[in-house]
């Protein structure tokens, strides 16, 4: 069993900053983790991921160049800088963790994870 809580969510002005946190308790943190986002009336979108070592990211065409995904595996914590925010932005961001060792082929879709945290809220405003 994994427990993911997130944190660092609010309201932002648009080309404004935030950083959102997971907190992953439960078992070893060797395992790919990724955010998500959904805004209301859309489907969950993939945002960002980064393997169990922390070598690798993966970021959604959306996002590139102003997010930045990073984890500590001391702290048992995954980071999303998030950078130059648009009101497009604005959802509910949720963090994902992959025990079930996928690909990274799966990292970019909902059906790749197993576990999901309650998500937390982003608005920007313009």
């Known amino acids: 069993q994994v427990q993911l809580v997130e944190s660092g969510g609010g309201l932002v002005q648009a080309g404004g900053s935030l950083r959102l946190s997971c907190a992953a308790s439960?078992?070893?943190?060797?395992?790919?983790m990724g955010w998500f986002r959904q805004a209301p009336g859309k489907e969950r979108e993939f945002v960002a991921a980064v393997s169990w070592s922390g070598g690798s990211t993966y970021y959604g065409d959306s996002v590139k160049g102003r997010f930045t995904i990073s984890r500590d595996s001391a702290k048992n914590t995954m980071y999303l800088q998030m950078n130059s925010l648009k009101p497009e932005d604005t959802a509910v961001y949720y963090c994902?963790?992959?025990?079930?060792?996928?690909?990274?082929?799966?990292?970019?879709?909902?059906?790749?994870?197993?576990?999901w945290g309650q998500g937390t809220q982003v608005t920007v405003s313009s």
């Open positions: 994902a963790a992959d025990t079930l060792l996928g690909s990274s082929g799966t990292y970019y879709y909902t059906v790749g994870y197993d576990y």
């Open positions: 439960g078992r070893s943190f060797k395992y790919a």
